[in-house]
């Protein structure tokens, strides 16, 4: 079957860093996403890794290990409009289709 | 370049009755994926459209349909409306070109369908 997990919810004080972990299964894999979604608006587009290793986009970078099927998200001089919900998708090889996970809403305090 | 829009915003219709919403794709973009969102959970693959067919379809009735036009604009249209059909509609575009390629999506604002 395919499945995404991730926590439900973070919390984390501004200008910390916090790290959001996903795991997955699923058939066939042709990359995995992270998305952040305010309450209300539609989901953007935060980062994109098909092979295993770090990348690095300012205060944000996601981690691959295809292997043992894990992601995480880590944010870094966490400022209150951070506090949104990340999504973590899955596109699978064959029919070009995305599952994406329940997200992680995170909620950022002073 | 022009992002990716849908209409309309909001919509309230009541259960047994038929919707259509529309998603005109990003400029240049070939690709619209739709997906629905139910409060608190992630976004839920309805369909793909490619170049005009239906390229992957999720696991929902057929009374959940799509079309695409040659500009590459979308419909997506859902018969028979009942209660939990009440959700968030989302479109992405892309620039999909097979099955290989990197698919970053570009999402709409969503329309938000109440069935009442």
């Known amino acids: 079957g395919q499945n995404i997990d991730q926590p439900t919810e973070m919390t984390a004080t501004e200008g910390a860093i916090v790290q959001i972990n996903c795991t997955y299964q ?6 995995l996403f992270w998305y952040q979604q305010h309450a209300g608006e539609a989901p953007t587009f935060l980062s994109y890794n098909v092979l295993d290793g770090l990348e690095e986009k300012g205060r944000f970078s996601s981690f691959l290990s295809r292997s043992k099927g894990y992601s995480y998200l880590l944010l870094k001089e966490l400022q209150m ?7 973590c998708a899955v596109s699978s090889t064959g029919g070009f289709k995305t599952i994406f996970g329940a997200g992680t809403r995170l909620f950022v305090k002073a | 370049e022009t992002g990716v829009t849908q209409s309309p915003t909001h ?11 529309r998603c005109s794709s990003q400029s240049g973009h070939n690709t619209v994926s739709w997906y629905q969102q ?5 976004p839920q693959f309805i369909f793909q459209y490619y170049r005009e067919e239906e390229n992957g379809r999720g696991n929902f009735p057929p009374r959940f349909s799509g079309l695409q036009f040659p500009n590459y604009s ?13 959700a968030l509609y989302l479109c ?10 990197y698919n970053e999506q570009f999402f709409g604002p969503g329309t938000r369908l109440t069935v009442l």
């Open chain 1, 81 to 87: 409009k951070d506090s949104a919900s990340y999504l």
């Open chain 2, 92 to 101: 992405a575009s892309s620039t999909g070109a097979g099955p290989a390629a």
């Open chain 2, 38 to 42: 139910a409060l608190g959970q992630g």
């Open chain 2, 11 to 21: 919509l309230i219709k009541t259960r047994g009755q038929q919707v259509t919403l």
């Open chain 1, 26 to 31: 699923t058939s066939g894999f042709n990359g």
């Open chain 2, 74 to 86: 979308s419909e997506l249209n859902v018969n028979a409306l009942e209660l939990d059909d009440s």
